[in-house]
């Protein structure tokens, strides 16, 4: 492989950082084995300069993929247990034996070790999600880790964008089988009519009904009388559903009635669902201030209704009355009478998992959140306390003593069908694009963890700013409650991938601890079913690197967007390299707009687009085979940034692209240059119009009417 000292001043400088001068080969061997859970992509990046043997800086393809070859030609095996440092590590070994004294072999050695680390974590993950068997996953994951290497080396990138190219273009997505066209169930987090189907479901069978705000408010005006008269609330507390009066709900024609006129409709609807935090594991809010701060929050929305004068101010059109999702009044709940009372001392028990039968008859508890035994005997004595926290003591069978929380009863077997269904549906009202979530962000109870801290309010979080549009005409689609009880608009945030939410999910509590499963599976399927189904998503004046490279992991479910727009952000190298990643593998196929209007973009991050949309291979669909418009209108680049753009197209790509809007730009003659070159070798074939700032001169419009390019039409905006 040649000698790579003195090749490169980041290869010495990094090598001299990492390994030391006076080390020999053994000795940096030993200490990569040592060190290699810190490795990152990075600095394996920084230390394969070494192989630059042309010394332009860059990896070329001749030279990674010597690299690459030597690599993934390796016996390297997955160990049985899966660990990422371990794999690390027998593929390090592995290598090793076939390494000389050479420098280049121990810095191939770090990169080797940091790529098996990291094809290890995405085999786990493929395991996990497919069953695949742990060696094919692995396999699957180094494959694709070397071909997105491959691409990003075609690309020439520096080792931030390379590292962002590369995570983004074998991210869950392309381990998983091919993703759905379309998501499972069409469009149903955009089409109001699911809200709608939803509520017209005969009352008997409804998994979810809506409270009517009218008789929500009527019940925080009494729980405020009663307060002011400085008597004892509980007993107002919000019932569970099956305990609700009828005119507790509204229907599905009076939420109809009461959407906002005109185009408003068309963007929010009735619906409010709340996000909060339950207080206590029998009841979310027994002393009723989770009420009375919802009543106060909406009293401030139908105010600023009322003193809405302009006809563009967001507040105009706020319903006076509307459906309130609030889930312990709108689900099937367990009741809050202890399973146990003291009718039953003396009764002999038999608890089997969650089965229960007392004398012989079998009893329906409620288990959730409480860890109990197996035991048999007889009861010898129930203490009462507040919401069913019982102590319960049994005699067992050896005369051995136990005891126990004292549980809830549980609802019925229909009652608890209803309820699997609502949480299969729960996303129709946090995801939907025309529903608004109401976050109460401080309603955790002193104490207990924050609202931040907890699995469901984090899942209605992260859902909810998936598809609704913040727009200046009409209220946001997520209002935040803060201490002082003042509506906060919450700015919205891209999706995070299924892994990312994975991590997250470790980290939240619960009372349950077997909701931390499901949970992850209804982001998943939420998550799915929200980009899946949605033909627009505008993310605009929040964009940066960093949310760009997570939206990168969860490109690929956009299987029907149109119009993905992503202006007026800081997007620059690094964030558009990942999203190019993304690309590269087939991600935004029914795209006819991308619109990156107002974003810092830079020359690695148009080289590595570039290197994305003409990476199909021979026989493939193109990538992004139906784009029109490519919006770069006030991006701040520099002259000749989009020449590494235009000279990575290939013929065929880009075949529908018809609009190139680069107005109020930098573009320079030499980026004109480069777009002529590619039409020349068959690119964008369909280019026909490509708008462009002020430092193209009339000479070079003159020269490119002239020439065979006539029949694309330049205009000039300054």
Sequence with gaps: ?????GKSRVASDTTDRILGRSQTTGEAADRILGDVARISIRDATALLAGLDHNNDGFLDREELMHAVN???????????????????????????????????YVLLLQLAAAEAAKGAEEGKMLHKKKGMDKQAAFNVAMAARGAATERAALAKLPPDSAEAFIQ????YEKLDDTPPSMCEKGRRLCDVNTIY??????????????????????????????????????????????????????TAAEVEANNPPGWRAERRIAVFAISYCWKSRMHPDPDCETLLAIAAAFEICIGNADKAKDGMDPWQGFPSEFGVFIDYACLFQHPTEPAFGPEDVGKRVDIDGDLVAVDGKQRR????????????????????????????????????????????????????????????????????????????GESAAAGQPSYGERGW?????????????????????VLNVAADGRLVPMTTAPPI???????????????NGADRNMVGQLYERTLRNALGGTDTLWLLSMMDDHLAVSLSRSLRLLTSVTDLKLDQGSIRDVGLSAIAGAISLGALPSLTGLSLWSNPLGPHGFRALGVAVSSAREGETPRLPKLKRLTLKQCRFASGDLVGFADALEKGCLPSLADICAYMTNISEEDLEAVGRALDRGAMAS?????????????AQTTWKAGHHAHVIISVQT
Aim: glycine fraction near 6%; charged fraction near 20%; include cysteine.
């Design 70 to 104: 030597f690599i993934f030609s390796s016996e390297a095996t997955v160990p049985e247990s899966g660990d990422a440092l371990a794999t690390a590590e027998r593929v390090l070994r592995s290598v090793a034996k076939t390494a000389g004294p050479d420098l280049d």
């Design 1 to 5: 492989m040649g000698n790579g000292v």
């Design 365 to 440: 508890v409620n288990w959730s959140g409480l860890g109990h035994e197996d035991a048999s005997g007889t009861i010898v004595s129930v203490e009462r306390s507040l919401y069913g926290q019982v102590a319960l003591t049994g005699s067992a069978a050896g005369a051995t003593t136990v005891s126990f929380a004292n549980p809830s009863l549980r609802r019925s077997t229909r009652e608890d069908v209803l309820f699997s269904l609502a949480l299969a549906d729960l996303e129709i009202w946090y995801a939907h694009k025309y529903t608004t979530v109401v976050r109460l």
């Design 687 to 699: 280019l026909r119009s490509l708008g462009v700032g002020a430092k193209i001169s009339e000479a």
């Design 197 to 250: 189907k939803a509520l017209r479901t005969e009352v008997a069978d409804a998994p979810v009904r809506l409270l009517k705000w009218s008789w929500l408010k009527s019940q925080a005006d009494q729980v405020r009388l009663l307060k002011k008269q400085g008597k004892d609330v509980q007993g107002f507390a919000l019932k569970r559903r099956q305990e609700l009066p009828e005119e507790a709900f509204i």
């Design 457 to 477: 309010p984090s899942y209605e979080h992260c859902v909810s700013s998936i598809l609704p549009m913040r727009q200046g005409n009409v209220w946001a689609p």
């Design 497 to 511: 991938s299924p892994p990312e939410f994975d991590v997250l999910n470790q980290k939240l509590k619960y009372t």
């Design 168 to 171: 983004s273009s074998i991210a």
